[in-house]
């Protein structure tokens, strides 16, 4: 007997590497042909390592013409119908979009849409913004919508933009993010202060705050708090928010302030440093970034948007402020450096938040749920 298939969609090999290898195993676990359809650049061998086959199919992400649209609707469609997936998985809005569209007229019914966080839809306010927020939801809930279609998202707010009730199991799976593994991310001993030292692990978009990060130590500093930031990530050049490489290196010369590009060692990132900030402007899921330093015991410093507000208890695991508030990010920061012993509860307590819910685990364990009851076997593994 054929073993059933899973078929995820993604805009990036990296991407789907470096956030969603869980759900892959837990796909595999589950005994599926795991198959992932994304532009392939450099990770082939992850994905592969994780039991999954790569589908290589190019595009370009900021290409919005009627004709590439169609022609990548037009290419997805040809695959998924050659795969013939039980199960069609879509990460991300333009997967979901185009992806889903391909898959129901390729005739696939079981269709998972999982929503990493909501962009510029959730980040922006306004008219255009309150459009697009419209046109996504009549699109994602109507055009695409159907019976069997699940949507997977990473904090309680997100479901309520499309007018779906966060609680209603048979429509909605919430996950924590991507989650992260405890026994790799472990913590180590803070490095003492002062100074305070802080740190921004995340793509350099202005979405993510990075400027409001270098703002606030900028003027901390200025007020005789001893504060010392570094950055770490790269500008996404088919990112319309990227903060320009010259932005960087502006901010850079600066006194306490750092670009240190981008980094794979997370461990020795948080060794470096004390807290973990990211002053985020909206549209995340549930950022990694802020895992990966409760991972590893540090202070979280965030701002009141949705995905970041759902995972950091406001003066328990850190602080959490408003979003585009450089003055409250700045008294924030001020109070971590003036008190090391809160700095070091707050790691602890971001620990023990990671820890009931938000492991690598606990993610694959709520999608298996998913597929599970997707293909009507809520209890038993799926096994051919």
Known sequence: MARRKLLFVATEDWFFASHFLPMARAARELGFDVAVIARERQHRRAIEAAGARLIALEAERRSLSPKALYRQVAALKRLIATEKPDILHCIALKPIALAGLAGKLAGVERRVYALTGLGFLGAREGFPAQAARLAARLWLREAIDGPQVRFLFENPDDPVMLGLEPTDATKVAIVGGAGVDPLILMPEPMPPQPPLKVAVVARMLWSKGVDLAVEAVTLARKQGARIELTLYGAPDPSNPKAVPEATLREWSSRPGIKWAGPTRDIEGVWRAHQVCCLPSRGGEGLPRSLLEGAAC????????????????????????????DVAALTKSLMALAGSPGMVERMGASARERLLAGYTERDVMEGVKGLYRGLLGQPQADIVA
């Open 297 to 324: 015991g540090r202070a979280l410093l965030t701002t009141d948007v949705p995905g970041c507000r759902s995972f950091v208890r406001d003066g328990q695991d850190g602080f959490v402020v408003p979003a585009n």
